[in-house]
Structures are given as structure tokens and as C-alpha cells.
């Protein structure tokens, strides 16, 4: 019996630390992972589960938008959206895709990605898209907040120091890594709190659960690439022939935007993938009806 409870603790403890590694597809296929399911149990949070299954907040009440996010009802079946697209492009360094707030970490020697959540900037502090280069490793970074955000922070009644010290007040955690781009005012770091991964929570820095910036930390090298994309749509065909298409909920520009419904961009490469005689026009119909935020099949 005991046996049993330390196999069931070692598969929890697993899922919520190694579940965000996958080998790289073969053939250029660009879907990893699969969907799970999770029974709620009493007491639990959305920002709970998606902590122990190391997915954002919102990618997991995009996927299970009936339910109350801070009181989910025990004994309700949860889609936990494991089944990821991964995105166009080289597969080297660490990209970004904004509209999914998601990090992706390509090791292609090992032929595995590392894939985690993160919070970015909120509306107004918008992370920037760009390609750019880590130049700088920082463990345990004191925190030299910039004239703008100190401004903001006083006009709450919370003034902060100019620099604040390394340690558990330090809401970058316990490592930093710089980016090149512009001043070298972006980071991608960690927290000391949960909250805000998974979110637009940041002013225009990426964050990372303490685990996951810890692995990632260790495993980065200064100089490597960083690129930074919003891809709310994304398509593929895969190796086998069947067509996917994932929706995510575009990133808002506007505090107007949060209560509305934001246009989808579209191109032409993506009318013609659609509109194949293959496509299931329903199934294109529901996932850009949803924004689900996960790969759906839609071919016949």
C-alpha cells in the first residue's frame, strides 16, 4: 500500500516538474504533448492546477471557460491543454510567442523543448516583439526599478527605493537573464510570488515560475537567441496530412479591448489553408468561435 501512495506522490510530482519537456517531432511536425484531464478536488484553484501542471492561467481558463476560475466545483472535469503547436521558425534559443504567454526553449542537440508559461507586460507596458540576444545572467538580481515605474508605484501610495536588494521582497526571484534589446530594460526572471504567471500582469518584463527560471537559468547561455512573436494563429499541416488549427484570444491594446471581442488578424496563406476541400468549415467555425488557445483538428 505504501508503495502504491509513493508511486501516485512520484507521478504527481513528475507531471508538475518534468511535463513541460518533449522531444522535438520528427519530419518538422510541430505538435508535442497531449491533452489531459483533471478532476477538481476541493479547495483547488484554477491558479493552483495550472501551477501543478506548469501551464499559465489563462491558457487553462481558455480551455474551460464555464468554469469559476477561483471556485471550481469538486468533481468537475478539467480539458488541462497539454497538446501545444509549436511555433513557425528556426527551432534554436529561446522564442516567445506573446499571445499564447509562452516561452519556448529549443535544444536541439538534445532534440528536446522546454516549454513554460510566463507573465508579460500589461496594457500599456507591452513586451516588445523583436529578435535580440541575452546579454546578461544575474543570479540573485537586486531590482533598480526605472523612473516611470517608481512614479506609478508612489501614485498607489507604495513608493519603492531605488534599488531593492536581492531576496524574498524581490519580485524578480532569485535569477534574471538581460536582454539586449534597447536600453537592456527587459528581463526574463523570476518571482517571488506564483501570481502573475500566466498573466499580463508585468511592465513589459517576462516571468517565470521559480522552478522553471531556475532550469532554464542553468541551462541558457549568454549570447544565445531570443525572439519574441504574437501569433494568435497558428496552422499545420502534420506529417500524416491532418490539418490543426489553434485560436488564442489576441492580446488587447486597450483597456476597451478586455470587455469586447478583439479581431482576429488574417492573411492569405491562412484563407487558403482553411478553405481546403479537406477542412471541416464547422470546425474552423467553433475554434474561431472559442479561442480556445490549443490545437484543434480540422480536417474531414
Not at 198 to 203: D, E, K, M, P, Q
Request: hydrophobic share 35%; glycine share 8%.
Amino acid at each position: 500500500m505504501l508503495f502504491r501512495v509513493f508511486l501516485l506522490c512520484l507521478a504527481m510530482v513528475s507531471c508538475s516538474v518534468w511535463a513541460r519537456t518533449y522531444p522535438l517531432p520528427a519530419d518538422n511536425g510541430r505538435l508535442v504533448g497531449h491533452n489531459q484531464y483533471y478532476i477538481v478536488k476541493k479547495g483547488d484553484t484554477l491558479a493552483s492546477i495550472a501551477n501543478h501542471f506548469d501551464i499559465g492561467f489563462l491558457a487553462l481558463k481558455s480551455a474551460n471557460p464555464k468554469v469559476d476560475p477561483f471556485l471550481p466545483t469538486p468533481g468537475t472535469k478539467l480539458l488541462i491543454p497539454l497538446l501545444q503547436m509549436l511555433p513557425e521558425g528556426e527551432r534554436e534559443g529561446i522564442v516567445v510567442n506573446l499571445a499564447q504567454l509562452r516561452l519556448f526553449f529549443f535544444r536541439p542537440k538534445a532534440h528536446e523543448v522546454d516549454i513554460f508559461p510566463i507573465g508579460i507586460g500589461r496594457i500599456g507596458w507591452n513586451t516588445p516583439t523583436t529578435t535580440t540576444y541575452i546579454s546578461q545572467k544575474i543570479p540573485h538580481p537586486s531590482w533598480t526599478p526605472t523612473q516611470h515605474i517608481r512614479k506609478e508605484y508612489a501614485a498607489q501610495g507604495r513608493p519603492l527605493p531605488e534599488v531593492v536588494p536581492a531576496g524574498p521582497n524581490n519580485p524578480l526571484g532569485d535569477y534574471a537573464m538581460r536582454l539586449a534589446y534597447g536600453a537592456g530594460d527587459y528581463l526574463i526572471h523570476g518571482t517571488n510570488k506564483d501570481f502573475g504567471v500566466g498573466l499580463r500582469v508585468s511592465s513589459g518584463c517576462m516571468r517565470l515560475f521559480p522552478r522553471d527560471i531556475k532550469y532554464l537559468f542553468s541551462k541558457a547561455k549568454r549570447g544565445m537567441r531570443v525572439r519574441i512573436i504574437n501569433q494568435p494563429l497558428q496552422y499545420t499541416r502534420q506529417p500524416d496530412g491532418k490539418l490543426y488549427l489553434e485560436v488564442t484570444r489576441p492580446l488587447s491594446q486597450t483597456t476597451n479591448d478586455q470587455n469586447g471581442v478583439v479581431n482576429l488578424p488574417s492573411n492569405p496563406k491562412l484563407i487558403k489553408f482553411i478553405t481546403q476541400r479537406q477542412v471541416d468549415s464547422k470546425k474552423v467555425t467553433e475554434a474561431l468561435r472559442r479561442r480556445a488557445g490549443y490545437p484543434v483538428l480540422i480536417s474531414q
